[in-house]
């Protein structure tokens, strides 16, 4: 992995309290998700570049309101059918 430098406002530090690393993270974190989201890399990478496991990225993104999976029509009927077969 290569490592790039990013020079930000300081508004980010002052207006949240946020410390330098909190910023470098969550601006890796934003970076990556949306790399993920172009489809320039897929989870797994992003997981890596941030650091995270696959799971805790997908986590994350979706918090973010990212979109971590997209079903065609047929998968999401498929989906929705086995969903009342979990209920009592």
């Known amino acids: ?6 020079s930000v406002p ?6 949240s309290l946020q410390t330098l690393v909190g910023v470098m993270r969550r601006s890796q974190l ?10 320039e890399l897929s989870s797994g990478q992003v997981a890596r570049m941030c ?3 696959r799971p805790a990225y997908l986590l994350e993104a979706g918090r ?4 971590v999976a997209e079903l065609s029509p047929d998968e999401l009927e498929a989906e929705s059918g086995h969903a009342g077969s979990y209920q009592k």
């Open 1 to 6: 992995m290569k490592t790039i430098q990013l």
């Open 30 to 39: 934003l970076l990556a998700v949306k790399y993920f989201e172009l489809g």
């Open 10 to 15: 300081e508004v980010l530090l002052l207006g």
């Open 51 to 53: 650091g995270l496991s």
């Open 64 to 67: 973010l309101g990212t979109v």
